[in-house]
Nanobody, 128 residues
Framework: QVQLQESGPGLVKPSQTLSLTCTVS??????????WSWIRQPPGKGLEWIGY???????YYSSSLKSRTSISRDTPKNQFTLQPSSVTPEDTAVYYC????????????????????WGQGTQVTVSS
């Protein structure tokens, strides 16, 4: 059974670049046509899809975050990483990584049921 685990700094200062890593065990990030997403939930708000990296390494981002977000992967370590730059307090959220069996339609990207595996989430606070 695949397991996902997020890791990150917890607290970052405004204008810095955040780096979050999702470590995957029990399955390869390069196999079986899976897509690996980052999703976040700001306090008191709903889920927001950030972007994904596919089994082949292609990436796709939310239009609202595309200009300052990068997702990459380290295949030997079976990890993928999210790096939003120029963070502000509005980036404060619980960040999740998740797996889906293929790309997800826009309307479904914030539905928990569109993904078959989730990490437990990691809290990120942006504050000076």
């Amino acid at each position: 059974q695949v397991q996902l685990q997020e890791s990150g700094p917890g607290l970052v200062k405004p204008s810095q670049t955040l780096s979050l890593t999702c470590t995957v065990s029990g399955g390869s990030i390069t196999g079986n046509s899976y897509y690996w997403s980052w999703i976040r939930q700001p306090p008191g708000k709903g889920l927001e899809w950030i972007g994904y990296i596919s089994y082949s390494g292609s990436t796709y981002y939310s239009s609202s975050l595309k200009s300052r977000t990068s997702i990459s992967r380290d295949t030997p370590k079976n990890q993928f990483t999210l790096q939003p730059s120029s963070v502000t307090p509005e980036d404060t959220a619980v960040y999740y990584c998740a797996r889906s069996q293929g790309p997800i339609a826009i309307a479904a990207r914030t539905s928990r049921y569109a993904y078959d595996s989730w990490g437990q989430g990691t809290q990120v606070t942006v504050s000076s």
